[in-house]
Antibody, heavy 120, light 108 residues
């Protein structure tokens, strides 16, 4: 089955760190570009970070640049998001999503998400 | 950065009716970079339309996308019960991806 499964969410104090993972299966992970998108409670979607298939291109949203790091391991079909210096407004469901090899500007498969709660 | 404004915020319709959702951009851009997503309650978003008018795999033909420049539209010709959801438009440009605030299509 073609799917993405996120893990690693949880409760963390402000200023703390968390590492999210996204396991891909059912498709050739190494050929797809990947991204993280988050959704705050009762809010809309916000793009967070992007990594190209070969890891050569990485972009971040201004709201997380310098605090979050996106990475991937194509040998184990996994995407990661290292989140440091977490703030209250980072509280959200974090989704991983893939972008097709031929068009990185839209996302054709999404995981179910993992909830990150930043609170003291 | 381009801002996407969706209207209306909420659309109250009955099954079988036609839904017309608008997405307006603060600047003109290539329509290839416009996509629409559907998000049902408690679920992840899923791709509906890409390139402004191309349906994603498995999307029924009652869904159609149109538009260019700054004005884009998602139309659902005859609403089915499973179509009631929140719809987001999304744009890529300048090394970032932005979403509209969403339109909720609810049962009247």
């Amino acid at each position: 089955e073609v799917q993405l499964v996120e893990s690693g969410g949880g409760l963390v104090q402000p200023g703390g760190s968390l590492r999210l993972a996204c396991a891909a299966s059912g498709f050739t992970f190494s050929t797809y570009h990947m991204t993280w998108v988050r959704q705050g409670p009762g809010k809309g979607l916000e793009w967070v970070a992007y990594i190209s298939s070969a890891r050569s291109i990485i972009y971040y949203a201004a709201s997380v640049k310098g605090r979050f790091t996106i990475s991937r391991d194509n040998d184990v079909n996994s995407l990661y998001l290292q989140m440091n210096s977490l703030r209250d407004d980072d509280t959200a469901v974090y989704y991983c999503a893939r972008a097709p090899p031929w068009s990185y500007w839209y996302f054709d498969l999404w995981g179910r998400g993992t909830l990150v709660t930043v609170s003291s | 950065e381009i801002v996407l404004t969706q209207s209306p915020g909420t659309l109250s319709l009955s099954p079988g009716e036609r839904a017309t959702l608008s997405c307006r951009a603060s600047q003109s851009f290539n329509s290839n970079y416009l996509a629409w997503y559907q998000q049902k309650v408690g679920q992840a978003p899923s791709l509906v339309i890409y390139g402004a008018s191309s349906r994603a795999t498995g999307i029924p033909d009652r869904f159609s996308g149109s538009g260019s420049g700054t004005d884009f539209t998602l139309t659902i010709t005859r609403l089915e019960p499973e179509d009631f959801a929140v719809y987001y438009c999304q744009h890529y440009g300048g090394f970032s991806w932005t979403f509209g605030q969403g339109t909720k299509v609810e049962i009247k």
